[in-house]
């Protein structure tokens, strides 16, 4: 090939993914920022987990849940979906729709984390040195984040529903 064919190449590859990007930038960076929410999340979990065993497995979601929720309502608003209206009313009303929705969703993991310790006893397993209420909390996050995905962008904060 060509050094100019290669440079055109090279040019319509970057053309393709900055198009793909634009196309798809509201899911990246709901990844992005999914995966820093996750962060919070585990890492107050693991933290909580390691301090008080796993006997406080429940407990230790609940403040984990806490703290990633706070964060992701944040950074949801202004990076993710860039709704900027930030005044009290609309703070209030978008607040509230999204900790419901995080709170059935950390029902749902909550008692999906329960059945793990008392039915399949998840604390007694251990897979590659990982606990196995880690994992078990890994596969029911990834269920929350789809389902939270789908309720923010298409109930919360929706187009139009700023000015609501």
Not at 22 to 43: A, D, E, H, P, S
Not at 97 to 115: C, D, I, N, Q, T
Not at 146 to 158: A, E, G, H, P, T
């Amino acid at each position: 090939m060509l050094s100019g064919q290669k440079e055109q190449m090279k040019k319509w590859n970057f053309s393709r993914f900055l198009s793909k990007f634009v196309r798809f930038k509201l899911q990246i960076f709901y990844l992005i920022f999914g995966g820093l929410t996750t962060l919070v999340n585990y890492g107050s979990f693991w933290l909580l987990l390691h301090l008080y065993g796993a006997s406080a497995a429940l407990v230790a979601n609940v403040v984990s849940f806490l703290a990633a929720t706070a964060f992701a309502y944040v950074t949801n608003k202004r990076w993710v979906f860039r709704r900027t209206d930030w005044a009290f009313h609309t703070v209030l009303r978008e607040a509230a729709a999204f900790l419901g929705a995080r709170l059935f969703s950390f029902f749902l993991e909550e008692a999906g984390l329960f059945v793990s310790l008392t039915v399949l006893h998840a604390d007694s397993i251990t897979i590659l040195g990982v606990n196995g209420v880690m994992i078990a909390k890994v596969l029911l996050s990834i269920i929350a984040v789809v389902l939270n995905y789908w309720v923010s962008r298409y109930w919360i904060f929706r187009k139009g529903h700023e000015d609501a």
